[in-house]
């Protein structure tokens, strides 16, 4: 059975069947998933000075379905499906990080030539789960993104203080991160200070507690060579970024603001010096205006893709929110 490539341009409509044929190719024909990943165009590789737009796709491995005010937003895969593929066709879009499930539909879709691809590594600290905090890796391994031609791997890092699951999850993280650079693929790092507040996992997206994860994050596994960070944009970006030499990707999460509001912030901060682009999900994915297309445009229109300016020499407000992805 063939793998059918997707269009440029994606239909929108409610046909339930739309995607019935990956029902009957993983059904019959299950190999054709390495096939595809094995025939696909790759990316021809990150430069400094284009900054690479990625869309996420990873929440519902989570549990995490919810969008604004609806909790189950993300839940009809078909839906998503729908909306990845319109993000997809945009050329602006570098690439996908997405769990492995879904990272099999969009590779039998045909979605992926010429994408960078990241897979989602640790999935296990479900949200809501009394043992959240311990979040093993229970998505894509390192051997597996080598085998599908993948460019790296993603790994969220919880860091609670009061908590003493996080140090599982900081040896397991050093771990992976050995994995991929054995393989010479991207770690691909989102690091927040956390806590548990009325029963929820909250991130402390305070200025000092960003940089403070940063210290702690960056300095896991036993190289740095391929390590990325992945960071949510708060107040003083310029302290945050000149905490790391990592290159970094902004991450949107689930904006409680006006989306132009929320642009404005990715813009100011794309132009900092060591980020290489951004990596959102739910805030194009799913925009207030159902616009996929509109939003993905205006996000790709903020990326920096001039040749970079080189040098010669060297020496040169507190507040928390949900987990965001």
Same mark, same amino acid.
């Given at each position: ?11 929108? %409509? ?20 390495? $096939? ?25 491995? $989570? ?5 604004? /005010? ?21 050329? %602006? ?7 492995? *499930? ?13 994408? =960078? ?11 809501? =789960? ?22 790296? #791997? ?23 991160? %050995? ?76 904006? *409680? ?9 990715? #813009? ?21 205006? #159902? %616009?996929?297309? #509109? ?5 790709? /229109?903020?990326?920096?893709? /001039?040749?970079? $300016? ?13 987990? /965001?992805?």
């Amino acid at each position: 059975m063939s793998v059918i490539p997707a269009s440029a341009a994606v239909a929108v %409509d409610d046909d339930p069947r739309r995607y019935e044929h990956l029902s009957v190719i993983r059904l019959e024909d299950p190999d054709a998933v390495a $096939r595809a990943a094995k025939a696909r165009r790759r990316h021809p590789g990150v430069k400094a000075g284009k900054q690479n737009f990625i869309v996420a796709a990873d929440h519902p491995a $989570r549990g995490a379905l919810a969008v604004g /005010s609806d909790p189950v937003a993300m839940a009809d895969r078909r839906q998503l499906l729908d909306r990845l593929q319109i993000a997809l066709a945009n050329p %602006d879009v570098d690439g996908v990080l997405a769990s492995p *499930d879904i990272m099999d539909d969009l590779l039998l879709l045909g979605a992926l030539d010429g994408k =960078l691809l990241f897979g989602s590594m640790n999935r296990g600290g479900l949200s809501g =789960l009394v043992n959240e905090f311990d979040d093993r890796f229970t998505g894509h391994t390192a051997a597996a993104l080598e085998a599908l031609g993948a460019d790296g #791997g993603k790994m969220l890092t919880r860091i609670c203080l009061g908590d003493p699951d996080t140090v599982v999850t900081l040896e397991a993280t050093a771990k992976a991160i %050995d994995s991929l650079a054995e393989r010479k693929l991207i770690a691909m790092v989102e690091p927040f200070l956390s806590v548990r507040e009325h029963g929820k996992v909250r991130n402390d997206l305070s200025t000092n507690a960003v940089i403070k994860s940063i210290g702690i994050a960056q300095g896991l596994g036993s190289t740095s060579a391929y390590t990325w960070m992945k960071l949510p944009v708060v107040a003083e970006m310029e302290r945050v970024m000149a905490a790391t030499t990592m290159p970094t990707v902004l991450l949107g999460g689930d904006p *409680d603001s006006s989306q132009d509001d929320v642009f404005a912030s990715w #813009g100011a901060a794309l132009a900092l010096p060591g980020v290489q682009g951004l990596t959102v999900g739910r805030t194009l994915l799913y925009p207030h205006d #159902g %616009d996929v297309a #509109g939003a993905v445009a205006t996000a790709a /229109s903020l990326l920096h893709r /001039s040749a970079p $300016r080189t040098r010669s020499t060297h020496n040169t407000s507190t507040r928390t929110a949900e987990v /965001s992805e």
